[in-house]
């Protein structure tokens, strides 16, 4: 889910297309021709019940929730087993695979950091598991090897998952995450010797570190010591510490705390001038927040509110002295930006600097004297810039129509980065000079794929209730509509999340194979700011269901694809979309991916950060309409007996943001009520979380299976 610092998303699957009928007999059984599983045996518990105001509900599958305990060991062998051997059979995979791994072998990097005339950037030669952090003098020089997360495990599932350089760039402050957790341990390393020193922080989650000036220290977020239960168990009591080095853990001071709000978690930051910490508050996922600020130069100096009521989202850009500015919703569901002088920062004080425009300010930040907005107009990046009292002063030109992101850098930088991605677009960094305002290409990848053969159009639909949800539609030029298409149509629809147009080899490899991708901006997301998310939330959120199957219907009704050819997928959040979607639809559809998804929508809450997820879901506690809301669409409660599409279902069984049980549950229920001959397979990685840090080696073999999986469920051959 989002990271706000809460919550995170990772999302990302394959695209999808069209092919015309096979001028050979099929190597792989037609849907029609597949013949029923015998599926691992999963045990019933019709003992176990829960009582929702005075409604009972059995959850059968409850001992699925223990990932570790043997019964459930052996069910996700056999599971494994079963679906690899289904996969496995299937000729293309290799053929397919190799043709992702020749694609993903180019040159990625990470955009570069200043701090004390050095930079700091992640580099990854091609197929490297994890991307290699380095140090040069100059955003183009010579690099050294700072930290190679490569040479830390085997497997290579142990990836750098944030870090931090002092302000004289001498030292460096690094996260690591073990198979993909949320829990992160992190380490410092003098950079000039390349050694680590004896600090280590455990227990940290959703948190990055901030350093005070004078390099003794940094401030960051943790929960308790999670103990045995740590992928599963309830997270509470988040504090905000500091830890000052050379001293152990057990030290840390308490910067910040809410005792009387266990479920709340913080974020801080030191500004720019090393003079204030500014902790912001958060209790969901909602962008709602709160604003403490603190006097670092005075020892006795006591945390002074800001924004003392949870009226909207506040976002720190800056300061000069007192003035802070900050981008917010409040009266400006597109978001604004105000300046509030913090020695009399009640509402009737600020300055508007930026106004509301008609489109989503999606980000920004103060940097080489201006504020950078990037905005998105129809789910597309444009950046403008104004001065410090909002003042225009242009635009920075992109490429195309795709995403841009970065813009980082201090108040008095004299240059900025950025990143710009379509879905034909490699990730290409930019460099931005606010001298000559000339933005010129900083680092851009060569992959083995020529851009110009294909197209990306936008289309604009009607969903159940009228409304117009926009959808990009790519795929190689030239493709005739016939209406037999292989397609992948991808959603999310949640947690104010936008899905602008990305770069992903899968995708390409995709297309090139003769599909369509498809992907919808539905409801709940940011793409039209806080209305549009308020569209898709809690009592709303079948509007997000019913956007994604009009999404479909248009998709055939325009000759694009045709059901048995139309497969959909999402992660997460959109993982929970193609369950309820695959149920409520099962005859729009040939295939289904759901990953890593929120499937049990009456316990979700009770796992990890879960319950910071009910700003957008409600949770079944809140009273008998949320609870008969949830009930009615809940993918582990509606697999009722009919029949479905070819479904697999992926997840990590290390995911301790989404944690397995959902999906195990879910697999273990459409298992027993498909009614048809089409499989339905669960892909359980093991030594894997939500997605972020997965080794490349693995997410190739995810994406070639995925692939496999779709060329045999929609029935076609694919041109590679």
Same mark, same amino acid.
Request: charged content about 25%; hydrophobic content about 35%.
């Given at each position: ?6 919550? %995170? ?8 297309? +069209? ?75 290799? #053929? ?94 003098? =950079? ?21 000036? !004078? ?17 599963? %168990? ?12 050379? $001293? ?6 308490? *910067? ?81 930006? @105000?300046?509030? !002088? ?10 508007? @600097? ?16 201006? =504020? ?9 990046? @444009? ?28 108040? !008095? ?11 034909? $677009? ?53 493709? +005739?509509?016939?209406? !037999? ?32 991708? %498809? ?33 479909? +219907? ?25 369950? *309820? $979607? @695959? ?7 040939? %295939? ?26 409600? $949770? ?7 609870? &008969? ?37 879910? *697999? ?23 997605? *972020? ?12 299976? &995925? ?9 076609? #051959?694919?041109?590679?």
């Amino acid at each position: 889910m989002r990271m706000t610092p809460a919550v %995170a998303l990772f999302f990302a699957l394959v695209g999808c297309g +069209e092919q015309p009928a096979p001028t050979e007999p099929s190597p792989i059984p037609a849907a029609s021709e597949e013949t029923a599983l015998n599926y691992p045996d999963a045990r019933r518990d019709d003992t176990v019940s829960d009582d929702y105001f005075g409604t009972p509900v059995a959850d059968p599958y409850r001992w699925l929730e223990d990932p570790d305990a043997p019964e459930s060991r052996t069910w996700i062998e056999a599971q494994n087993t079963l679906t690899q051997g289904w996969i496995g059979a299937i000729d293309a995979r290799k #053929t397919w695979r190799d043709r992702l791994e020749k694609l993903w072998n180019y040159e990625r990097f990470g955009l570069p950091h200043e701090k004390a005339g050095r930079y700091f950037f992640t580099h990854n030669d091609g197929l490297q598991d994890q991307a290699i952090l380095y140090v040069a003098d100059s955003p183009t020089g010579d690099k050294t090897v700072l930290l190679d997360p490569n040479t830390l495990s085997e497997d290579g599932t142990i990836s750098l998952a944030g870090y931090a350089v002092s302000e004289d760039g001498t030292k460096l402050a690094y996260g690591l995450s073990d198979g993909g957790s949320d829990w992160r341990t992190w380490r410092v390393r003098d =950079i000039a010797t390349g050694k680590d020193t004896n600090d280590v922080v455990e227990w940290v989650k959703f948190s990055g570190a901030s350093w005070t000036h !004078d390099g003794a220290g940094f401030f960051y977020g943790r929960y308790p010591d999670g103990g045995d239960d740590k992928l599963e %168990a309830h997270n509470d009591n988040y504090k905000v510490y500091y830890h000052r080095l050379g $001293t152990p853990q057990s030290d840390d001071t308490v *910067a910040y705390e809410r005792p009387d709000e266990p479920t709340w978690d913080f974020g801080s930051r030191v500004t720019d001038d090393g003079k204030t910490l500014v902790v912001t508050s958060w209790r969901s996922t909602a962008e709602i927040n709160l604003v403490h600020i603190k006097d670092l130069t005075s020892p006795d100096a006591e945390f002074r509110a800001v924004v003392p009521d949870w009226t909207g989202s506040f976002t720190f850009l800056g300061n000069v002295g007192n003035k802070h500015w900050y981008k917010t919703d409040v009266d400006a569901p597109k978001s604004r930006i @105000v300046q509030i !002088d913090v020695t009399n920062p009640g509402k009737e004080h600020w300055v508007e @600097v930026v106004p509301q425009s008609d489109h989503v300010l999606e980000t920004a930040s103060m940097v080489g004297g201006k =504020i950078i907005g990037s905005y998105l107009e129809d789910a597309k990046s @444009v950046v403008r810039l104004f001065d410090q009292d909002g003042s225009p002063a242009g635009q920075i030109k992109l490429p195309g129509i795709g995403s841009a992101s970065g813009f980082g850098g201090k108040l !008095d930088s004299t240059e900025t980065f950025f990143a710009f991605t379509s879905y034909t $677009t490699p990730t290409t960094l930019y460099r931005y000079d606010f001298a000559t305002g000339a933005a010129q290409v900083h680092r851009q990848p060569d992959v083995d794929f020529d851009p110009a053969e294909f197209e990306t159009k936008q289309v604009f639909y009607k969903s159940k209730d009228g409304t117009a949800v926009p959808m990009f539609i790519t795929h190689k030029k030239g493709l +005739e509509p016939t209406g !037999d298409t292989p397609t992948i149509l991808y959603g999310y629809g949640g947690f104010n999340i936008s899905l602008s147009p990305g770069f992903k080899v899968e995708n390409i490899v995709w297309m090139e194979a003769g599909g369509i991708y %498809a992907v919808a901006n539905l409801r709940g997301g940011n793409e039209y700011g806080e209305e549009w998310h308020q569209g898709g939330i809690k009592q709303n959120k079948q509007n997000v269901f019913d956007d994604f199957i009009a999404a479909a +219907e248009y998709l055939i009704a325009n000759k694009y694809t045709r059901p048995d050819r139309l497969a959909i997928t999402g992660r997460s959040n959109g993982g929970l979309l193609i369950g *309820a $979607t @695959v149920q409520q639809r099962p005859e729009l559809f040939g %295939a289904a991916i759901p990953g890593v998804g929120v499937m049990d929508m009456l316990r979700y809450h009770t796992w990890t950060i879960g319950h910071f997820w009910a700003s957008d879901y409600g $949770t079944s506690a809140d009273d008998k309409a949320m609870f &008969e809301y949830l009930h009615a669409y809940s993918p582990v409660h509606n697999a009722k007996e009919q029949e479905y599409p070819h479904i697999l279902v992926t997840t990590g069984d290390h995911d301790d943001r989404v944690v397995p049980a959902h999906s195990f549950k879910f *697999a273990a229920a459409m298992q027993r009520a498909q009614r048809g001959p089409s499989p339905v397979l669960i892909r359980i990685e093991t030594r894997a979380g939500h997605g *972020a840090g997965t080794p490349i080696k693995m997410l190739i073999d995810q994406r070639a299976d &995925e692939a496999a999986f779709l060329v045999r469920a929609l029935n076609f #051959t694919p041109k590679l």
